[in-house]
C-alpha cells in the first residue's frame, strides 16, 4: 500500500468532502446527480460534474492505497466472464473472485478465447505471487487451455453449477451499469471496475462474518481504512 500523502492542491473543497463524495459513488448505486443531492442535503453545493472529476482522479489513487488480502497457498480461484455492450460493441470483462468472493482482479478484453483467458491467469499469478490450490470455471475450453500453459500443475474444475461465486460476483456491477446506463468506452469500464471492485472488497464483510455486531465493526474499521486511504482523517 502506498504511503505518500494523497495531494488536494488546488482543490477548494476538503479532502473530508472530496473523499465522501468518492465513496458514495463507487460504494452505492447511485447516480451522480442523486450523489449531488445527498451532498446539497448536507449544505455542500458542487456538481454531479465535478464528482465525476473528482472520481476519475481520486478514485484510482485511494484504491491503490487499500489494503489487499493476503493470498495463500490453499485459496481457490473461481473465474468467468460477462459480456457488457459499449457502443454498440461487445466486450468481455473477466474476473477472478477467491473462494470468500474477494475480487482478486478484472480485465475488458475484446475476445472471448485462450489469449484472453492466458492473460487474466498471466496476470493474477503476477499479482497474487503464488498458485492457487484449485480453480474453477464454467464450461469454456479456452480456461483449460489456458491452464496448461500458464499452471499446468494446479487442479481444475469445470462445473458451471459449481462456479456460481464467480458468476454471483457480477451482479452488483450490472446494478452500476444500469444505474450509469451503461459505459462509454471500454477504458473507463476498467477504470471503475478497478475502484468499484477495491472499494466492495473493503466494505463487504467476510462470509465467515454473520452477526450484526461482527458486520458494524468491519464497516466501522473499512471506513477508518478509507479515511486514512485519502488522507481524510478529521
Do not use: C
Not at 492505497?65 to 461487445?90: C, M, Q, S, Y
Not at 499469478?125 to 491452464?147: E, F, H, N, V
Not at 472499494?199 to 452477526?211: C, E, G, K, T, Y
Amino acid at each position: 500500500m502506498s504511503t505518500s500523502p494523497v495531494s488536494y492542491k488546488r482543490h477548494r473543497f476538503p479532502p473530508q468532502i472530496i473523499a465522501h463524495a468518492v465513496w458514495l459513488h463507487f460504494r452505492f448505486p447511485l447516480s451522480l446527480r442523486l450523489v449531488e443531492e445527498l451532498l446539497l442535503e448536507r449544505g455542500i453545493a458542487v456538481s454531479y460534474e465535478t464528482i465525476r472529476r473528482w472520481g476519475k482522479k481520486f478514485g484510482p489513487d485511494y484504491a491503490r492505497r487499500l489494503r489487499r488480502k493476503t493470498p495463500g497457498g490453499n485459496d481457490v480461484w473461481h473465474l468467468d466472464e460477462v459480456v457488457i455492450t459499449i457502443a454498440g460493441r461487445k466486450r468481455w470483462l473477466w474476473r477472478a473472485v477467491d473462494q470468500d468472493g474477494y475480487v482478486l482482479d478484472e480485465i475488458v478484453q475484446t475476445r472471448r478465447n485462450t489469449k484472453a483467458a492466458r492473460r487474466l491467469l498471466t496476470r493474477l499469478l503476477r499479482k497474487q505471487g503464488i498458485a492457487p490450490k484449485r480453480m474453477i470455471t464454467d464450461k469454456l475450453r479456452s480456461y483449460g487451455a489456458a491452464r496448461r500453459q500458464v499452471m499446468p500443475h494446479v487442479e481444475h474444475r469445470s462445473h458451471k453449477g459449481l462456479n456460481n461465486r464467480a458468476e454471483n460476483s457480477h451482479v452488483p456491477l450490472r446494478k452500476r451499469e444500469r444505474m450509469m446506463q451503461g459505459f462509454r468506452s471500454p477504458g473507463g469500464l476498467q477504470r471503475f471496475v478497478s475502484v468499484f471492485s477495491a472499494v466492495r472488497n473493503l466494505f463487504v464483510p467476510p462470509r465467515s462474518q454473520r452477526s450484526a455486531f461482527q458486520n458494524r465493526v468491519h464497516r466501522i474499521q473499512a471506513i477508518a481504512e478509507w479515511n486514512a486511504a485519502a488522507g481524510a482523517m478529521s
